[in-house]
């Protein structure tokens, strides 16, 4: 069986485990090195999920986003083109996407981690 991770806040402790249904699995020690299963759940529906991971920043190649390019009538780069996501880019599932307002051009683009 496939675990299914998650980050979540229990009241004002941050916490992560498996989804088992509508409840979380507790674990306790690092996510990432070699994490150890609690005995407690809690309901899925008294927790807040946050982002899986809360990386410092995300580098990327816009050269990945070729259909944006498309859209954007964009010609393809001589070079590859970095994108860098700072951490104030981030949204926690349930988040609200909001338009930054004065930007002429503007692209809105969603990534998903499960």
């Given at each position: 069986?496939?675990?299914?991770?998650?980050?979540?806040?229990?009241?004002?402790?941050?916490?992560?485990?498996?989804?088992?249904?509508?409840?979380?699995?507790?674990?306790?020690?690092?996510?990432?090195?070699?994490?150890?299963?609690?005995?407690?759940?809690?309901?899925?529906?008294?927790?807040?999920?946050?982002?899986?991971?809360?990386?410092?920043?995300?580098?990327?190649?816009?050269?990945?986003?070729?259909?944006?390019?498309?859209?954007?009538?964009?010609?393809?780069?001589?070079?590859?083109?970095?994108?860098?996501?700072?951490?104030?880019?981030?949204?926690d599932p349930g988040g609200t996407i909001?338009?930054?307002?004065?930007?002429?051009?503007?692209?809105?683009?969603?990534?998903?981690?499960?």
């Amino acid at each position: 069986m496939q675990l299914q991770w998650v980050r979540f806040l229990e009241g004002d402790t941050v916490r992560f485990g498996t989804l088992e249904g509508e409840r979380v699995r507790t674990w306790h020690g690092n996510m990432f090195e070699y994490p150890v299963q609690g005995d407690r759940t809690v309901a899925l529906a008294d927790v807040r999920l946050l982002m899986p991971v809360q990386p410092s920043k995300v580098i990327a190649l816009w050269n990945n986003f070729k259909a944006l390019g498309e859209k954007l009538n964009l010609a393809a780069p001589p070079e590859p083109l970095y994108l860098v996501k700072t951490p104030n880019s981030y949204l926690d599932p349930g988040g609200t996407i909001r338009h930054p307002g004065a930007a002429p051009r503007w692209c809105s683009k969603a990534n998903w981690a499960s």
